[in-house]
């Protein structure tokens, strides 16, 4: 232990060490110039694959651009499912069939017509025409049925409107 701090006093450590250092030093320039140099050559080469333009840059561009579509896309998703479930209870489903209801009365001016959304609930109207008045009357369906008795012609425009047809008349019945 003695003979090293002995050593550490003279002047040949102090040499030796500022030797190493000074190598050290050397080392230190050569890494950075290498780092330099490598740097150069990673910007040309990016810059050949992208045709002029920075590679690196267009895809830190496009990977952000790809952020954003996400973003854009989620945004989509939720508005056409909250849209979607708006559309449920619209009316999606119609069946009119139009007929006769008195003898007295001629061409076909009476109608019943079923108005449903996707779950096949809705309301069937029923026009009554006649030469002295007209009244219309409205009956309430739920999962295809009414808690009224339906007539002929109410029930085929259920099943028009069961179908996804749109017009028909009691004339083209079945």
Known sequence: ???????????????????????????????????????????????????GQNLDEMLKKYLDDVKEIK??????????????????SCIQKVGLVRYNAFRDVGSDLSFAIALLDRYDNGVILN?????????????????????????????YALEIAEQKKVFTTKANKK
């Open 1 to 51: 232990m003695e003979n090293l701090l002995e050593y550490i006093n003279t002047d040949n450590f102090i040499i030796t060490s500022f030797i190493i250092n000074i190598v050290l030093l050397i080392i230190v320039i050569i890494c950075i110039i290498s780092i330099i140099l490598i740097s150069r050559k990673y910007i040309s080469f990016m810059k050949k694959i992208g045709r």
């Open 71 to 88: 973003k854009d896309n989620s945004e989509i998703k939720a508005y056409y499912t909250k849209l979607d479930d708006d559309l449920s």
């Open 127 to 155: 026009g009554l025409y006649g030469s002295e008045a007209s009244n219309i009357y409205a009956k309430p369906i739920k999962n295809k049925k009414s808690t009224y008795q339906l007539s002929e012609e109410e029930q």
